[in-house]
């Protein structure tokens, strides 16, 4: 498998998802503002969509859309349970989290990246994200992970929006759960690799 990635960018989730997963892959930097791979091509050819992540398959099929992708993975090594069992009720609980995630903080948090947008406009976001913020907060009282005690690839995702508060200055200090969260998951050896392989942290 290929995984097209920015670094830090939201490839990130399912760059620990292959990881965790132990799944063989090549990873394909992408300069998302200019649509080119590292090599000049265009990468558009791969996802017309201009976007990453993007995950070409052995068969040379391309899958979009980062929720979707880091489920494949957790499904090519069930035995790993990095996502519940298809057709179980956690499933279904997986996926409310992976919706909560990529349209309550993703999008969310898109705008605040951008060059042309206003402080004022800016801080509207911020405040929506810190909201939705205090709700992860409070669901994760008494849990190490969102589905619990197990780790899972939702755990990847919402740790790369963490790692975008971060960039963004927010002050989560308030949001003793959400701290202890990210310090766990972020202290988990192969998330370690995954940022260390992306430039995002020093090898030691």
Known sequence: MKLYYSPGACSLSPHIALLEAGLPYDLVKVDVRAKKLE?????????????????????????TEGPVIIQMIADKVAAKNLAPARDSA????????L???TTELHKNFGPMFSPVLADDAKAFFKDRVMGKFKYVESALAGHDYVMGKQFTVADAYLFTMLSWADRLKFDLSGLPNLMAYKARVGARPKVQEALTKEGLLKAA
């Open 39 to 63: 090599n000049g091509d265009d990468f558009l050819k791969v996802n017309p969509k201009g976007q990453v992540p993007a995950l070409e398959l052995d068969s040379g099929e391309i899958v």
């Open 99 to 101: 919706n909560f995630i």
């Open 90 to 97: 956690e499933r279904y609980k997986l996926l409310e989290w």
